[in-house]
């Protein structure tokens, strides 16, 4: 069974930092492309960031670069969310996902590209 479970989100004050995780079991990682989406209360989804398989392709929300960085320990199978300077609008769901790259250059940020997807881990930066 495929699996990507997400951890390390948590209560945060401002200007703090996290490091989301995401585990994925009963597939490899070396073949896809992954992502990290997050929903705010009450607002819609939205892609936060993305890196193909090859790490030749690399998304950052304008909200977010600068502060996060996306990586891959395919040795470990797992993803990584790097968040530094957290801010109060940073709270939210925070979803991995993934998809087949086979070209190696896939990175969307678009929610339909994705076909794996986590439960998702709660991040709230308050003070």
């Known amino acids: 069974q495929l699996r990507l479970v997400e951890s390390g989100g948590g209560l945060v004050q401002p200007g703090g930092s996290l490091r989301l995780s995401c585990a994925a079991s009963g597939f490899s990682l070396d073949y896809y492309a992954i992502a990290w989406f997050r929903q705010a209360p009450g607002k819609e989804r939205e892609g936060v960031s993305c890196?193909?398989?090859?790490?030749?392709?690399?998304y950052y929300g304008d909200s977010v670069k600068g502060r996060f960085t996306i990586s891959r320990d395919n040795a470990k199978n797992t993803v990584y969310l790097q968040i530094l300077s957290l801010k109060p609008e940073d709270t939210g769901d925070y979803y991995c996902?993934?998809?087949?790259?086979?070209?190696?250059?896939?990175?969307?940020?678009?929610?339909?590209?994705?076909?794996?997807w986590g439960q998702g881990t709660q991040v709230t930066v308050s003070s």
């Open positions: 996902a993934a998809v087949e790259d086979p070209f190696g250059s896939n990175c969307r940020a678009r929610q339909n590209n994705y076909r794996y």
């Open positions: 890196l193909s398989r090859s790490e030749t392709s690399t």
